[in-house]
């Protein structure tokens, strides 16, 4: 079960040292969004493990997807399947 605080807590101290682009925080914020609004979703982040939570804002911040409901469907269906 991925700790989603413990992650957003890492991903927004490293942000604002300046070791990672600001798209983390983006995409943190929408994972944020979609946990409190999307069952399927918080259901997914309660079954994975941290570092599928990790690689998941890596491809998200790579496609420049934070603001796209629709990736993030995609994305689960993907890695549910």
Do not use: T
Request: charged content about 20%; glycine content about 8%.
């Amino acid at each position: 079960m991925a700790n989603l605080q413990h992650i957003a807590d890492r991903i927004f101290r490293n942000v604002d040292a300046g070791h990672l682009v600001v798209g983390y925080s983006a995409s943190m914020g929408a994972l944020i969004d979609a946990y409190d609004d999307d069952p399927d979703f918080h259901a997914w982040i309660d079954a994975v493990p941290g570092s599928a939570v990790e690689k998941l804002l890596v491809c998200m911040v790579r496609a420049g997807a934070w603001e796209d409901p629709g990736w993030l469907a995609a994305w689960i269906q993907r890695e549910a399947a």
